[in-house]
């Protein structure tokens, strides 16, 4: 399930009501972000130590369980959509929180399908994030 993690990470969505909601473009995120809660589909599914860095152009995911542990991909973020768009449209993801200490985002969809045993699977992850 990290796996569909990160493949839905590439892209996402933010809405919230903050008031660091209004930074504009991928500064915003720019920093170390440490994953506290991974749900899917309801269950915890929280990997130990993990964490994503965003500089202003390139996000890494680290964590030892995701196959892209350690690789940098690119993301774009816009402010006024609040959208995440990372590894040019693998993932999307809609931001409910985006503030200077956290940074919660959901799965909306994913472009590409996930398949188990000939059945597609479909699902939601909700990540909540806390900046160092």
């Known amino acids: 399930m990290l796996l569909a993690m990160m493949v839905t990470a590439i892209t996402f969505t933010a809405?919230?009501?903050?008031?660091?909601?209004n930074r504009e473009g991928n500064s915003a995120l720019v920093g170390t972000w440490d994953l506290i809660s991974l749900v899917t589909d309801g269950k915890d599914?929280?990997?130990?130590?993990?964490?994503?860095v965003?500089?202003?152009?390139?996000?890494?995911v680290h964590d030892r369980t995701d196959i892209m542990n350690g690789n940098a991909v690119d993301y774009t973020y816009d402010a006024g959509t609040k959208t995440l768009t990372i590894a040019y449209g693998v993932a999307k993801y809609?931001?409910?929180?985006?503030?200077?200490?956290?940074?919660?985002?959901?799965?909306?969809?994913?472009?590409?399908e996930v398949e188990y045993n000939g059945q597609k699977l479909e699902y939601t992850d909700v990540i909540?994030?806390?900046?160092r």
């Open 94 to 112: 809609k931001v409910l929180t985006l503030s200077s200490t956290t940074l919660k985002i959901q799965s909306i969809g994913s472009e590409i």
């Open 54 to 60: 965003f500089t202003e152009n390139k996000v890494t």
């Open 45 to 52: 599914e929280t990997p130990p130590n993990a964490y994503w």
């Open 128 to 131: 909540t994030f806390k900046k």
């Open 15 to 21: 809405c919230g009501d903050d008031d660091d909601d």
